[in-house]
C-alpha cells in the first residue's frame, strides 16, 4: 500500500513523462490505420471575396485523388452551419437598435464568398500527401475581390464594406455590464481620474502540436471515429454529431497525446467535420494534418481589443469606480460560444481582488476579414487585469502616490469577505496584502534604486513594475468521475476532464493515492474516450484539479463507502466497527482486516465490481490570485530590453504536486512576456494579406529572452472543495503583462519618454525614446 509521500502535497515525477522522453508518445499524426488516405485543404488566398467559380476537374483527375470536396458537395451531409452560439440562454446579447447579434456563423467550407485569409474553400483527398499537394494546385477558384476589412478602425468607417448584412456598420453586438448611472456619479465626484487608451494585440497560439485528426467509418455499424487532439472529447462528439445530423452515439471521440491547448482546441473546427464526411462517403480512413504556416493562419486566433480604461479617486487614493470601453476584433466569424467567453471572462473580476465600490463596463464586437478567435490562456482575465493594473500605475505617478501604499490602501482584507466584485465573481478567500508584502520582499522593491543606479551607470534604463491579478477560475460547473478497484491490485479512474500536457495522470493518481491508500503506480487514469469515460466538461478555465479531481475523491469516497459494508460482512462485524486506513479496513481494536483489493475480489466472485460514479456540481468559480513583479532594462542606443528578474507570489490554493504547478506557471508567464514583448499578427494594411505567417515573421520568446522565475506559493485553502483547489494553469499569464508593461512604462518615464502599447518591440521603445529626444 502507499504512504503519503505520494499524495497530495508530494513533488512526485510525472508518471507521463517516460513515455514521452523515449519516443513512445502517441500524437495524431503518429496514428497510421490501414488503407488511410491523405487529406488537404485549399484555402483562400484572398481576405475578402466572392466565389465566381470553382473548377475540381484537374484536380479529381490527377493520379492518386480519391475525392475533391468543395461547399455544394456537402449541403446535404450537414444541418447547416457550425455552432457558434451568440446567444446562449440566459446570456443573451444584441445591439443598441435593438436587432440580435449577428449570427456570424461559419459553414465548413465557404460556399459564395470567402470572409478571411485561410477559410477552408475545398478538401481534397489523395492516397499519399505529395500527391495531394500536387492535385491541390491544378484547383482553379475565380475570386471576385471585395474590400478587405482588416483594422477596427477600417471596420468603423462609414463608407467600410458591410461584412455581414444583419451587422450593420460592422458592429456585430453592443453589451454592457455593472452599475453604469452609479458608477457615472461616483466619476462625477473623484477626486482624480487616470485614463489610458490600451492595445490588446491579436497573438496566434501556436500550439506546440499543429492540429491534427484521423477520421474512419465502420460500414457495417454506420459509426464514425474521430481522433483527434482536443479539449474535450464529448464537447467535441456533441458538436459534430449536432453538425453532421448524426446521434451522438453514433460518433466515437478518442484523444491521443496532445500538444497544447490553451483554450483554442476547446471547440470544433471546419477540418475535422470535412475528415469525417471524406471516410464516411469513401469507406477509408482520412488523416489531415496542419502544416504550421496552415495553423498560423486557420487556427482560432485570440486577444485583439483596442480599451479606453478610467479610474477614479478620491483626494487619499482610494477607489471610487472603474469605466472600461472596448471594441473587440473577433474576426468575420464568431465561434464555438465566442461571445460567452468573452463577455464572462472579460467581466467577472472586474475590479479585481481590490475594495472596488462600482465598475461599469460596454463592449463592442467588430466584425473584420480576419481569422476568427477563441479562447486562449487567461481569456479576459488577462486583458481586465491588464486595464485595471495599468490605471493604478498611471495613477500613481499622476497622484504621486507610491504604488505599493497605493494598492495597499485599496485591497481587500479578511473582514471583507466574501465580497462580490461589480462584474459578478464572488470573492471568497485570498490573502491579497499578504501576497503584496511577501512579492515586495521577494524582489527587494526597496532596493530597486540601487540597482538603477546600477543600471544607468552601464548606460541602460531601469524600470520596475508590478502587477496584481485576480482570475475567476472553475466554468462550466460540474464534472465527472468513475473510480474502480479490480481485485488484481489495479485502480481504475475515468475522468470527464481532458489532458495535453498539464500531468493529469499524475494529478489525479496522486489524489486517489491518498484517498485510497494504494500505490500511486497502480492507478491508471483514462480521459479522452467518448466510449469509455460516460461524460464530461473536459479541460478549459483552469478547472480540471478542483472540478476533476474532486469528482475523483468524491468517487473514492463513495467506492470507500461501499468496500466498508462489503468488507463487514467477510469480517463478521458491524460496519460501524470498521475502520479504513492506508488501504485496509480493519476492525476497530483489533488486528484483524482485508485490504482493499481483497474486498473487490470478493465483489468479483459474487459477479459484481467495486466501481463508483460521482459528480461533482459548484454554484460559484474561484478566484486564484497573486503578484508579479517584474525588473527589466532598457539599451536606448537600439531599443532593445533585457528581462532582469522576475518574481510570483502565487495563490491559487491547496497544490498537490508543486513541481507541475511551478511548469504551469513558467509556461503561463513566459505567454505572457510572448504578448508583451514579442508576439502581433500583422497584416498588409493595403492587401489585407498577413505579414506574420511564418515562424520567421511571428516572433515567439525564446528561452534566452527569458529570466530566471522566482515563483513562491501562498496557499489559501479554497473551501468549496475538498482538495482545497482553486486553479493555476492560466493565473501566471494573466498577471505577466500589467508586469512587464508597468516596468517598461517605469524606464521610459525615467528619461521623460511615454509608454508604448503591447507589443514592446525594439522597434517601437526606440521610437518613444527618440521621440523624447533620448538617443
Known amino acids: 500500500m502507499t504512504t503519503h509521500k505520494t499524495g497530495i502535497g508530494a513533488p512526485m515525477p510525472r508518471k507521463e513523462d517516460h513515455r514521452f522522453l523515449t519516443g513512445a508518445g502517441r500524437f495524431s499524426d503518429d496514428i497510421v490505420v490501414p488503407e488511410m488516405l491523405v487529406g488537404m485543404f485549399l484555402r483562400a488566398s484572398v481576405p475578402h471575396g466572392e466565389i465566381a467559380a470553382i473548377d475540381v476537374a484537374a484536380a479529381l483527375a490527377a493520379p492518386g485523388v480519391q475525392a475533391v470536396l468543395t461547399a455544394a458537395d456537402i449541403e446535404d451531409e450537414i444541418t447547416g452551419p457550425m455552432p457558434s452560439f451568440s446567444n446562449v440562454p440566459p446570456f443573451d446579447v444584441g445591439r443598441r437598435d435593438g436587432g440580435d447579434a449577428t449570427e456570424a456563423a461559419q459553414y465548413p467550407l465557404a460556399s459564395d464568398r470567402v470572409r478571411y485569409l485561410g477559410e477552408p474553400v475545398a478538401f481534397i483527398v489523395a492516397d499519399t500527401l505529395a500527391r495531394a499537394q500536387d492535385a491541390l494546385e491544378l484547383i482553379s477558384v475565380d475570386y471576385r475581390n471585395l474590400q478587405a476589412v482588416m483594422e477596427i478602425d477600417d471596420a468603423l468607417d462609414p463608407g467600410a464594406e458591410q461584412i455581414w448584412p444583419d451587422a450593420p456598420g460592422n458592429i456585430s453586438f453592443e453589451w454592457e455590464t455593472g452599475e453604469k448611472a452609479t458608477t457615472d456619479a461616483a466619476f462625477d465626484g473623484a477626486h482624480h481620474i487616470s485614463r489610458l487608451p490600451l492595445i490588446n494585440n491579436r497573438v496566434v497560439i501556436n500550439f506546440m502540436e499543429p492540429r491534427a485528426a484521423v477520421a474512419s467509418h465502420d460500414p457495417a455499424s454506420g459509426r464514425l471515429t474521430l481522433q483527434v487532439g482536443c479539449q474535450a472529447a464529448h464537447g467535441m462528439r456533441a458538436g459534430l454529431a449536432g453538425l453532421l445530423g448524426i446521434a451522438e452515439d453514433d460518433l466515437h471521440v478518442v484523444v491521443p497525446d496532445t500538444g497544447g491547448g490553451f483554450g483554442a482546441r476547446a471547440g470544433i473546427y471546419p477540418e475535422f467535420a470535412l475528415a469525417l464526411i471524406a471516410a464516411r462517403r469513401l469507406g477509408q480512413p482520412v488523416k489531415w494534418t496542419a502544416s ?77 476579414n480576419t481569422t476568427p478567435h477563441s479562447a486562449y490562456r487567461g481569456v479576459g482575465r488577462l486583458e481586465i487585469n491588464y486595464v485595471l493594473e495599468r490605471l493604478i500605475h498611471q495613477a500613481s505617478i499622476e497622484m504621486d502616490i507610491d504604488p505599493i501604499t497605493l494598492r495597499r490602501i485599496n485591497l481587500l482584507s479578511v473582514d471583507d469577505l466574501p465580497w462580490r466584485t461589480p462584474g459578478g465573481a464572488l470573492i471568497t478567500s485570498g490573502a491579497f496584502a499578504d501576497n503584496l508584502s511577501r512579492a515586495v520582499e521577494l524582489a527587494g522593491w526597496h532596493e530597486a534604486p540601487a540597482r538603477r543606479r546600477a543600471a544607468e551607470a552601464e548606460g541602460r534604463l531601469y524600470g520596475i513594475g ?53 500505490d500511486f503506480e497502480d492507478i491508471d487514469v483514462v480521459f479522452g474516450d467518448s466510449d469509455r469515460v460516460k461524460r464530461g466538461a473536459g479541460t478549459h478555465g483552469s478547472r480540471s484539479t478542483r472540478m476533476g479531481g474532486t469528482a475523483a475523491y468524491m468517487g473514492a469516497e463513495k467506492v470507500i463507502v461501499r468496500a466498508r459494508g462489503e468488507a463487514a460482512e467477510m469480517l463478521e462485524a458491524a460496519p460501524s466497527d470498521i475502520e479504513f486506513a492506508d488501504g485496509r479496513f480493519t476492525i476497530a481494536g483489533t488486528d484483524r482486516g482485508v485490504s482493499l483489493y481483497e474486498v473487490a475480489t470478493h465483489i468479483e466472485a459474487g459477479g459484481g465490481s467495486l466501481a463508483e460514479e460521482a459528480d461533482f456540481n459548484v454554484e460559484e468559480e ?133 509608454p508604448v502599447d503591447m507589443p514592446a518591440t525594439p522597434e517601437n521603445v526606440w521610437r518613444a525614446l527618440r521621440d523624447a529626444g533620448v538617443g
Open 292 to 368: 504550421r504556416a496552415e495553423s498560423i493562419l486557420s487556427d482560432y486566433q485570440a486577444r485583439d481589443h483596442i480599451f479606453h480604461g478610467e479610474l477614479a479617486l478620491d483626494a487619499d487614493g482610494r477607489f471610487l469606480g472603474l469605466r472600461v470601453r472596448a471594441d473587440w476584433r473577433h474576426g468575420a466569424y464568431f465561434t464555438n460560444r465566442s461571445i460567452w467567453i468573452m463577455c464572462h471572462y472579460l467581466t467577472q473580476v472586474l475590479g479585481g481582488g481590490y475594495r472596488m465600490p462600482v465598475a461599469h463596463l460596454s463592449m463592442r464586437g467588430i466584425v473584420s
Open 466 to 518: 508590478l502587477a496584481m491579478y485576480a482570475e475567476n477560475d472553475g466554468s462550466t460547473p460540474t464534472e465527472f468521475a468513475e473510480v474502480a478497484v479490480a481485485g488484481d491490485g489495479q485502480v481504475t479512474a475515468m475522468l470527464g476532464t481532458q489532458d495535453f500536457g498539464m500531468g493529469h495522470a499524475t494529478i489525479f493518481s496522486q489524489i486517489l493515492s491518498e484517498k485510497l491508500g494504494v
Open 622 to 754: 474561484v478566484i486564484s490570485n497573486g503578484v508579479h513583479i517584474c525588473e527589466l532594462t532598457v539599451d536606448p542606443a537600439d531599443g532593445s530590453l533585457r528581462l532582469e528578474n522576475y518574481h510570483v507570489v502565487a495563490d491559487v490554493g491547496r497544490i498537490v504536486n508543486p513541481v507541475l504547478v511551478h511548469g504551469q506557471l513558467h509556461g503561463g508567464v513566459t505567454q505572457g512576456i510572448g504578448q508583451a514583448l514579442f508576439e502581433r499578427v500583422a497584416y498588409d494594411p493595403d492587401s489585407g494579406q498577413t505579414l506574420t505567417g511564418s515562424l520567421m515573421d511571428y516572433c515567439l520568446p525564446r528561452a534566452d529572452d527569458l529570466p530566471h522565475f522566482n515563483i513562491v506559493f501562498n496557499e489559501v485553502i479554497e473551501m468549496d472543495n475538498p482538495i482545497g483547489a482553486k486553479g493555476a494553469g492560466e493565473s501566471a499569464t494573466s498577471g505577466a503583462p500589467g508586469a512587464v508593461m508597468n516596468a517598461l512604462a517605469d524606464a521610459l518615464r525615467s528619461v521623460g519618454a511615454n
